[in-house]
DNA sequence: GCTGAGATGTAGTGTAGCTACATCATCGAC
DNA sequence: GTCGATGATGTAGCTACACTACATCTCAGC
């Protein structure tokens, strides 16, 4: 989507534009820092901007404006303008846009819809591709899958636990820690245990993957970053969202969790024969007409 | 962000660039007709055109160039260029990129997540601010509060029921029907039921949201659309997604309703008494304690 | 205080985006 | 069927914006 920049090599092409602003502040010079600084104040209106009209706003002189897009990794003027537009499409992640009280509930709104966008296309840039792969083949290779998770954590496992039996794989996910223990005890050599925990250090949930390791089983863990949980696993995904800094900002991980749930769904749903997913057409069109909606309802999706 | 459009009055301004142009295809000229195709049969390619190019690709002038941006609600070409980009930056909508059973694994989630935040957005867009700001004072001012859904919609009331107890009012979100329309109909005049369906037709939860209503309770729904359910009650709320027209493509309408209830959950935090968030921090705090983790852990969010 | 390297600004150029006008097609009326 | 009028499309030219080469200035080190 966004072009790579072969040019400089310290910033992560898979950053938005604004993180990486505030990653080279330091490290730019005196009066391009000027540039910046307008730039963050108010990343919007620097968006309309001609190179003219920021040089002027920033008390700089036109080379200047474009050194500090050639510093910040951007093609020229014009790039900049374009990944500042895209950045700003997926809303202000919240360093940008703090929640206050004196908010309208509209407002607020805006605000973690914003987040939560941010979030998920944080998510999605740092996914690793050749993980999920695994996942997904381990996955259609299972003989059962057990889903485990406390807290919002616990919400994907359920929701897991509601897609994956259309795929004809018994699956499990208890809420309850000692009877996920328990199944997690009796993993045989194609069961795999699907352990999700954003901080990746649950000691109730290391407990249950520690177990189905010991049984023969597979893991696959879902964390919010490398930890003792994605060490332990035999395929680690990584899901990175934005910190959770303030008390009122929702916690997005569990989205980006639910997010990758389906990634991991439709994987096994792609690969499995078609006639299976004939079957669950079929059940699924059975299970709209119990309802006297018009169309599907939302349970079981794939 | 961007700008209005004094102009054309048949679009939106809160509809997406790709989907404006698809609107207003019929009623373009001939010529700019070959300019939206080219730029609908590749957008991305479409975002890194000059106008010459563009004009080429689409085997017309320039100025024609310029009357299709203006046909479809832009300041000029450069303006163009802006919005397509930050449509882009959202990801491509399924229509545009429909998934096959030849994606990798890496494709997959690319695409999946585009979805997924394509469909956030339109919700957030088409998210009613006053209704919100209503909803939020009902449940301010409520006694007790009841979450019902069915399916993935349940999933929405149990993460609901995980976070409204941190403000002190009873809530429950019970998965069987028959204790769902027990709860409902003990509702008293400060009891608020938050009944969630996507499609709005679902029978069972249309019964209990009927059954607390005639005991005097309040209604709140979260739907997809307007509905038999969204008529009902009292607060309606729609969150509206991308349908799911492929079976390959997950529900994303859970995802909208989880973030509602994000935002609903905030707004509820953000006007209560002070003191009460400094009891619910502490709680959080003694909760991750309980974790040998670094940080607070997932459950429990405000 | 001098020297040189790096930072910043000035002046100039090419081109991309835009506009005024001319030409051409299309349709209706006589 | 021809003429005229309306509207669509292309041509030519202009403005200004982004970009570049060069000059000047600042400041560190000697």
Redesign the interface.
Known sequence: ?T?TQPTAATHDASDTLLERITQELPSLRRSEKKVAEIVLADP?AA??YTMAGLAEAADVSEPTVMRFCASIGCEGFQDF???L??????GLPVTHSA?N?T????????K???H??SS??R??RT?D??E??RA?AVLLDSSDILFV???????IA??AQ??FPLFGVPCQAPADFHQQFIAATMSGPKSVTVAI???????QTLTVARAAKRAGGTVVSITGQT?PLSELADVPLVVRTFE?TD?????T???AG???V??L???V???RPQEH?EA??RM?SELAAM????????????
């Open positions: 989507m072009v919007v968006m309309n303008k374009i990944q537009a895209q950045t700003l499409a997926l929640i009280p908010d309208s509930s509209a407002n607020l709104a805006e973690i819809f914003d939560t966008i998920l296309d998510a999605r996914l591709g050749e999920v792969e997904v998770g406390f807290g919002a954590s616990g919400i359920q929701d509601q897609k925990s954003n901080t990746g250090h649950t000691e930890s959770d008390v009122y900002t929702p916690a991980s569990r989205l639910l997010v990758l389906d990634v769904a439709t994987g749903a792609l690969r997913n669950v057409r699924k309802r006297h909606g018009p169309d599907a309802e939302e349970s079981a999706e794939s």
